[in-house]
């Protein structure tokens, strides 16, 4: 009646792709194939699920590597569970294709299928539909009882660190864009950091019982941090110099400008964490940094509010891009 | 970087909408605002997972109302999950929108939040994007371990049942679409049955015991009955006659037509389940059929296959429409 694009054979077609993506696990009793997917939780851990959508032209550049959207379309669904410190386990994938292409969907479902098994998760469900090209993911996983990390937790005088190289990936999306030059980028670090994210979730597992509050980097560090903040009804301050940048990202653009992409760039599925002054030695010893690779960005405030400092200094952000002034 | 349409606050403003709607559950740890909801699952009970998308131009109709869209949304997830024979609890809502509209807004949140209110749903995970109008809601319920209803366990010889008046919303539609004539809807009965489908929650509830195989009628009866009885490696006999068809379809299209559009029209979300022969007598007193609604339309075969029969005769569909011969 309504134009369904696909026809049922090809979405037959689609379901045989669904039916080999992702890990086995021995906790689906019925994955892919009928109305609804049967699944056994561990007694006693709690349900931890979220929902993320990557639509084209909007959170990828059309035309993007099929294998990239695939990975990314879990990979931002993985963020969210290991930003609370959860295990996943299943995911349910509803997919809008403008069109039935083999060769796309091999790709896709090869990006998400790798991402899925390198983390144990289930594909249990899968919808396709006819429409412009969107993914939306839904992630199932667990987390033992009143153990889950929350954004709301954090305490004035905790301290804020956060995971990894944050503003690799907005560079990596400008080079994939044409906006900075390739050239910049020789080796294609910044672009896979863009095109193919790892989500921190060893790194959430392990960080319970040490941070107090913990949100995942995706539309920029600070305004992420700021989000903590908010939730934990604190302000953040953040040093301008110690926001941890890649070598490759400071070649690319700049001491300055790294940092600057590294606050406010996004897609950099990071996690963001506080931890009392208290802990601090406690989270230093058993989850080394230098394994773990977070570092220590600046600490929340009394004062709500997002402040960053540099040398001493307040820097402001304002949309049309950074001011400097005294203070 | 990418442009991401609407702006944070307008983000936080859906937030808002989220958060009020639907039913308030106690087994909801952390709802919509945080990176994913912390939720417990009863002890012994499987969970049950379905997601479903709907496109606008796709699945209804550009401008639909939003109060529709948004119960069609939620409608078609609690539809796969009553196949199952399972109690909905929570849903998660990824809502891609062009623009940010507040009385838009309002009204789609109104539509999902009755419906949602209604089956003790709650929504506990809310994500918005911008991109062309789309709507994947992911559906969590649960289940009796080893109760739950499946496609693929029915026998030759079980018969074939439907629930309530398939063909209704397909003509809804076509109306909605100026294909038929508003004129022979005079009540909106048919469009009310298209923008408001009633998923059988309650029906599927009751079928754990009594249904072999089941499965939820969204792309046409013959189709949908035809997957039933593939996957439970049989084929299946309807017969023409024996297929309901509502007084005010009949009223609008004519009875053979009206058949034909209870057979193939879609949307329809009502529940196809087989009963073995021994076990009619216990449904039909157990759930009386005039109070439950639902009818006999054929049953099982060997032989695999979809037949439909009129008065002895096969009456065979191609896609240019409805070929009769004798046999």
Redesign the interface.
């Known amino acids: 009646?309504?134009?369904?694009?696909p026809g049922?054979s090809e979405f037959a077609l689609i379901e045989r792709y669904f039916r080999k993506a992702g890990a086995m696990r021995s906790d689906v009793?019925?994955g892919v194939?009928?109305?609804?997917?049967?699944?056994?939780?561990p007694?006693g851990a709690?349900?931890?699920?979220?929902?993320?959508?990557?639509?084209?032209?909007?959170?990828?550049?059309h035309g993007s590597p099929p294998a990239s959207i695939g990975h990314r379309a879990l990979a931002v669904n993985l963020?969210?569970?290991a930003?609370?410190g959860?295990r996943p386990a299943?995911a349910?994938?509803?997919l809008?294709l403008p069109e039935v292409s083999e060769p796309w969907l091999e790709e896709f479902t090869g990006g998400f299928s790798a991402l899925a098994r390198s983390h144990d998760v289930a594909l249990?469900?899968?919808?396709t539909?006819?429409?412009?090209l969107?993914v939306?993911v839904?992630?199932?996983?667990h987390?033992a009882?009143s153990t889950?990390l929350?954004?709301?937790r954090g305490r004035p005088g905790d301290l804020v660190f956060v995971s990894g190289t944050p503003g690799d990936a907005?560079a990596g999306?400008?080079i994939e864009?044409s906006r900075l030059a390739a050239s910049s980028d020789p080796d294609g670090y910044l672009r896979k950091r863009f095109l193919y994210p790892s989500p921190r979730v060893a790194l959430g597992d392990c960080l319970r019982g040490y941070a107090t509050a913990?949100?995942?980097v995706s539309?920029g560090l600070l305004?992420d941090a700021g989000k903590l903040a908010h939730?934990s009804g604190c302000g953040v301050r953040i040093a301008f110099d110690d926001v941890p940048v890649s070598e490759q990202l400071v070649s690319a653009v700049g001491e300055q400008r790294a940092r600057e992409l590294a606050l406010t760039?996004?897609?950099d599925y990071e996690l963001c964490f506080t931890v009392p002054p208290s802990e601090v030695d406690r989270l230093r010893h058993n989850l080394p940094a230098e394994r773990w690779g977070y570092c220590c960005i600046g600490s929340l405030s009394e004062a709500s509010g997002t402040v960053v400092t540099n040398k001493g200094s307040v820097i402001e952000f304002s949309h049309s891009g950074w001011d400097h002034f005294g203070s």
Chains 1, 2 share one sequence.
Do not use: Y
């Open positions: 009646m309504i134009s369904r694009g049922l009793q019925l194939g009928d109305d609804a997917a049967l699944l056994q939780s007694p709690q349900l931890v699920a979220a929902v993320d959508t990557l639509v084209a032209g909007v959170h990828f550049p963020s969210d569970l930003a609370m959860a299943w349910l994938l509803a809008t249990v469900g899968g919808n539909t006819s429409g412009p969107s939306t839904q992630i199932l996983g987390v009882k889950a929350l954004r709301s907005a999306l400008a864009q913990c949100i995942d539309d305004g939730a760039g996004g897609e």
